[in-house]
């Protein structure tokens, strides 16, 4: 997937699309013997999730929070702005049982069994048919999470779409994605009238990671506390830093099943409104810098060495 950063990175939430609870299909393939990091089905999947329907496009609001530019290891995207034409090959990869409940970008809980999927561009919500041209098939999936944010990814699927694409056992696959407009281009709803002036956020500066607001890709991590932490003492990593609280949290969910051999605790640090996605302390700068190359290895961007 996605950081499978995989920063993740990751407000008004419009409702996910229902799940179909109808009877069960063979067990799909695994690789070589088993899903990646036990990334596969969940313990209760739907009966058959062969029957559960495309998403289905409709006109929604825009996020956004999902719409100014962003930077997450090291790498910087513009989302669009707008509902319009975009058309794209390239690999798909998959998201399963790791991330299930956890936040997407958009602020819904992510659905593994629902038609949804992870994009770096494309507007929050938006809608895709994703096209497998290895075997024909094809899926209608919703857009509301950011990433993926390993190498040259180019869209993260739900457990659901990967398996009706045949992409599971592979792990990832060529697609080509289209956007579908439902009825007339719809631009972002208009920003809220703010009653007082809004302090205006000051760069970050050049040693840390700079994001705008978002991301929807092994010893086991303390849990991260869901609201921000204070600073820690001592060398952290950072991996993002985010505008808005909730695409932090949705970057944060997302490394946590990408990073979980970190011996030290993913956090949210906010300052100055700014959300930033950390790790640490370390006991010194040596062993920070090993993990660093080593989450370098992993997602495809090295984290910032950063000193509080």
Known sequence: ?????????????????????????AAPATRGGGFYLDDGPGPNPPANIDAIPDAVPRLEPLHRGAMRPYTVMGRSYTPMTRLEPYKARGVATWYGRRYHGKPTASGEPYDMYAMTAAHTLLPI???????????????????????????????????????????????????????IL???????????????????????????????????????????????????????????????RENAESYLARLQGQLDWLGSPLRIVATDNVFRVQAGPFANEATAREAAERAAAQLGGKPVLVNR
Request: positive net charge.
């Open 1 to 25: 997937m996605s950081l499978t950063l995989m920063i993740s990175a990751c407000g008004s939430a419009p409702k996910s699309e229902p799940s179909a609870k109808v009877p069960a299909p």
């Open 125 to 179: 919500p938006s809608y895709v048919r994703v096209t497998n041209p290895a075997n024909g098939r094809s899926v209608v999936v919703r857009v509301n999470d950011r990433g993926p944010f390993i190498g040259d990814r180019l869209i993260d699927l739900s457990y659901v779409a990967a398996h009706r694409l045949g992409l599971l056992a592979a792990g990832s696959g060529m697609v080509e994605v289209e956007t």
């Open 182 to 244: 439902p009825g007339n281009t719809v631009a972002a709803e208009p920003p809220a009238p703010k009653p007082a002036p809004v302090a205006v956020i000051k760069p970050l500066p050049p040693a840390v990671i700079e994001s705008a607001p978002l991301p929807p890709v092994n010893a086991p991590i303390v849990a991260p506390a869901p609201a921000a932490a204070t600073a820690a003492a001592g060398p952290s990593l950072q991996f993002g830093a985010f505008g808005v």
